[in-house]
Nanobody, 120 residues
Framework: QVQVVESGGGSVQGGGSLRLSCAAS????????LGWFRQVPGKEHEGVAI??????LYADSVKGRFTISRDNAKNTLYLQMDSLKPEDTAVYYC???????????????WGQGTQVTVSS
């Protein structure tokens, strides 16, 4: 069964940091690409970061500030977010994707989402 559950959102001032976690089922962890998308009201889902066995992919808007990583022993995905900006405010979703891409249409399963709010 493919399951992903996020945690770790919250409110922070600009320049601050947050770390998101995503507990994935073993099946999701083994057979899908895990990553993070975000969405603000009225806009489409935006790919933030995705990880494979060999590489990572970041949106241009977060390069150098966000770091995606995973703990294979815990089947857990992380997103370390540093130097946060108000424009990073969104609901963040952990996803299990069929492809190593930022296409929402490739996402097979996503979590309930966690709110990240960055104040100026």
């Amino acid at each position: 069964q493919v399951q992903v559950v996020e945690s770790g959102g919250g409110s922070v001032q600009g320049g601050g940091s947050l770390r998101l976690s995503c507990a994935a089922s073993e099946f999701a962890y083994r057979y899908y690409f895990l990553g993070w998308f975000r969405q603000v009201p009225g806009k489409e889902h935006e790919g933030v970061a995705i990880i494979s066995d060999r590489s990572t992919l970041y949106a241009d808007s977060v390069k150098g500030r966000f770091t995606i990583s995973r703990d294979n022993a815990k089947n857990t995905l992380y997103l370390q977010m540093d130097s946060l900006k108000p424009e990073d405010t969104a609901v963040y979703y952990c996803v299990a994707s069929n492809r190593f891409s930022f296409q929402w249409s490739d996402v097979y399963r996503w979590g309930q989402g966690t709110q990240v709010t960055v104040s100026s």
